[in-house]
């Protein structure tokens, strides 16, 4: 398993802008930190449940159909692909809008999310299960991931107001690295 384009395609979706981190980052403009951490720990939580279920749920269907993993892959490096495309595209300058910052809102956020449930079933068939499919590596894995977005959830959180000005400030800089990163990242899980 190629373990940085692993961290980078981790890294690379779980802290660019997406809906979860664009409510946490309005909660804390709006409400403070302290309901954004609540509202963390709701979505933390969720985003390791999909985690699980989505390891779960590949780890049966490529021990009935291992032929299974290739298309799961493919469907993959297609999100990974369409996610640079937008966040090449991406603009920064519209505003957040968001309601008051819970532990269930951050919860359902996540199953509502679809960047999040897409990275959740593609991460595990695309790098961990091409190389491990024992419980104990998938679950470690599942944790890793994991605690990757929370440390994403928080870095919104702590850097809010001055993570969302640098990203106004040189959003066409940061947004063409993030893209290109994630397409190197794509390119690795075919190595």
Not at 25 to 50: D, R
Not at 89 to 101: E, V
Not at 118 to 127: A, E, G, K, N, W
Not at 136 to 157: D, E, N, Q
């Amino acid at each position: 398993m190629n373990i940085a384009s692993f961290i980078i395609y981790c890294f690379i979706v779980t802290f660019t802008p997406g809906p979860t981190n664009i409510v946490i980052l309005s909660t804390v403009h709006n409400y403070g930190s302290k309901k954004a951490i609540e509202y963390t720990y709701g979505a933390t939580i969720a985003f390791g449940l999909l985690l699980g279920l989505s390891a779960l749920l590949n780890t049966m269907l490529i021990t009935v159909l291992p032929k299974i993993l290739i298309g799961m892959q493919i469907i993959g490096t297609i999100y990974m692909l369409y996610l640079a495309y937008q966040i090449y595209r991406m603009d920064t300058s519209k505003p957040a809008d968001s309601h008051a910052g819970t532990f269930i809102s951050g919860f359902l956020m996540q199953f509502l999310n679809p960047k999040v449930v897409l990275f959740t079933m593609t991460v595990i068939p695309s790098f961990i299960l091409p190389y491990y499919t024992d419980m104990r590596a998938v679950t470690i894995s599942v944790f890793v991931i994991t605690v990757i977005g929370f440390l994403a959830f928080l870095a919104w959180i702590l850097f809010g107001t001055i993570f969302k000005g640098f990203l106004q400030k040189h959003d066409r800089i940061v947004n063409v690295g993030m893209a290109l990163c994630l397409v190197y990242a794509t390119l690795m899980i075919w190595k």
